[in-house]
Every structure is written in C-alpha cells, then in structure tokens.
C-alpha cells in the first residue's frame, strides 16, 4: 500500500548526483504458491529444489508482475515519461522461484529489463534431502522451541547459516551497484527485484537493518508472491516506511521501535547513526552515562560510598 505522505520528500534524492546510481528500489518477493505449499507431501518424492508452483502460484506471479510494474512505472521520478524506470532481477536457482520470475517478467518489455541472474546464495533453507512428512513435523516442533534462528536441521540448515550466506550476496550487491556491473543508465531509476523464499527474505531484511535475533523471531514470513519494498528515501538511506504503511509493517511483525527506525530511515543521510534506536547501542547495556562528565560524578559518588563504609 502506498504512503502518499512521504511521496513529495522522496523525489528530493533524485536531484543529488551522489544517489543517482543507487536502485530507487530493492524489492524482495517470495515465490507463488508451489506444490509444497499445498501438500507437504511433495518433500517425501521431490527434491525441494525442483517443486514446482501450482496453477494458483502461476496466477498469483502473473498479477504481482503487474501489480509491481504499476509501482515501477506509475511513481517514477521523471513525471513526463514513464519509460523511464529498468529492472534488474536476482532470482534463486528453485524452480518454483525460476517459474515465478518468468510470469512475473510478462509484464514488462525486453527494453525494460536490464538483466537477470540466478544467484545460489538466496536459496531456500536447506531441510535435508528428500523429507519425511511425520519426522519433519516432528522436528518442526523441536525447532519451536529451540529457536527459529538456531536450530540446525538434520543433514541441512539454521536461519544462522542462511544469514552467513545472504550477507556474502549483500557484499557482492553492493560491489555491483558500486561499479555499476548492472549497466545502468544513471538517468534512468533503477529498480532490483530479488525472488527468493520466505525465511531467506526475512533474513536479508535482518542483515540489512541490523535487526537482533530477537526481532528475526518476531517477523512473520512472507505470502506467496508477497513483497516488501525497500525504497531509496531523501537521504540515501532505504526504508520499508515509504512504500509500506505502519500497519503493513505492524502485520509484518515490527515492533513500535523498529517502525520508528523506518521512518526515521525515510529522511536519513546515509550513514547517519539513530541515536534513538534502542538496539544500535542502549539495549547491550544496564545503564550508560550521556556524558563522561556525569560518569565522573557517578565514581565520585560510589567512590564516597566506599570509604564511608570502611569507617
């Protein structure tokens, strides 16, 4: 859902050079309904990597493509010609997530989109090999209790090691959208459209807002074909609070603090730190002083303290 708000202070970074080669936008999407969403049996005869969507899933990647072509055509920056938007896709190496990139791509010409790349670090969650459907359940349970973000499936993956590797991709997105690899006109907004999985998802936006394990804990996953966008804000710094409402970020699991962070994020410089964001600093400590001032004055008193209890 569109914040129409903070759409008139989100223009304002097109006028500065020093943003001009970031993407406008890095939207994650997870895959369409597949074969092992609808019956979970599918894992037992089915390599995970080759499940593929059902016709519903087909459907739900052929309207988020257009849904996600309104977004990308209808707010570009250049308000006279709409042509003015291109996207480059990431895409997991899964069939189901193969399959929706290609219903997703029918919505938009060969001159529109600028690449496409599969790219093995977003994958999903490794479960194992082939799964059997009554000792997976019962190692979900397990893994309820033990920790979403920690437990390690048998012969597979934790969250942890998901996020090992999705924080590697990150380092090389960065390396591509720093020496423009992707090929991008600078005059043109730049949109990366990364189809993945749900807990991979939720991983990267954990990496990249530097959300505590905690916070992962809380995240809902992702609907089929649902997507968040992170969007380029005034300052250079990107944010789910400009596309997204409150109560989308709500749904989603955020906290009041880390909805505050989004704003915040909304009109940030890049680079600057939010001192008001409680898990950047504060919430690793009992109490600290604002000042070496107050902290002087603090030994001073628990120095006063002490002799007089020797007395």
């Known amino acids: 859902m569109k914040n129409n708000n903070n759409n008139h202070n989100h223009n304002h970074n097109h006028h500065n050079p020093i943003f001009k080669q970031l993407p406008k936008r890095i939207i994650l999407i997870r895959h369409g309904e597949s074969e092992g969403n609808l ?23 052929q309207s988020s493509g257009a849904h996600l072509k309104s977004i990308i055509t209808t707010s570009s920056s250049s308000s006279i010609n709409n042509n003015n938007s291109r996207v480059y896709f990431y895409v997991s190496p899964y069939e ?3 399959s929706t990139l290609k219903e997703i791509g029918r919505s938009f010409s060969k001159k529109r989109i600028i690449g496409v790349r599969e790219e093995c670090r977003i994958r999903e969650q490794d479960f194992g090999n082939f799964q059997v459907e009554e000792r997976m359940k019962a190692i979900k349970q397990t893994r309820d209790k033990f920790g979403r973000f920690y437990y390690r499936f048998p012969e597979g993956e934790s969250a942890a090691d998901v996020f090992d590797r999705v924080s590697s991709f990150l380092e090389s997105l960065w390396r591509d959208i720093d020496l423009n690899r992707l090929q991008n006109d600078i005059s043109q907004d730049l949109n990366l459209i990364i189809i993945s999985h749900g807990l991979t998802s939720r991983v990267f936006l954990m990496k990249w807002f530097k959300w505590t394990v905690e916070q992962f804990e809380h995240l809902n996953n992702f609907g089929n074909c649902e997507f968040r966008i992170m969007q380029l804000g005034s300052g250079g710094e990107y944010s789910l609070a ?32 939010n001192e008001h964001c409680p898990w950047y600093l504060d919430e690793f400590f009992d109490h600290l002083t604002d000042s070496d001032e107050e902290e002087n004055v603090v030994e001073e008193i628990e120095s006063t303290e002490n002799d007089s209890s020797c007395i």
């Open 242 to 273: 400009i596309h997204h409402s409150e109560q989308e970020l709500r749904e989603w699991g955020l906290s009041q603090a880390m909805i505050d962070d989004q704003k915040w994020r909304a009109n940030a410089s890049r680079g600057d730190w």
């Open 96 to 98: 189901r997530t193969r």
């Open 39 to 61: 019956n979970t049996s599918a894992y037992t005869t089915t390599p995970d990597h080759k499940i593929p969507l059902t016709p519903l899933g087909i459907s739900q990647a």
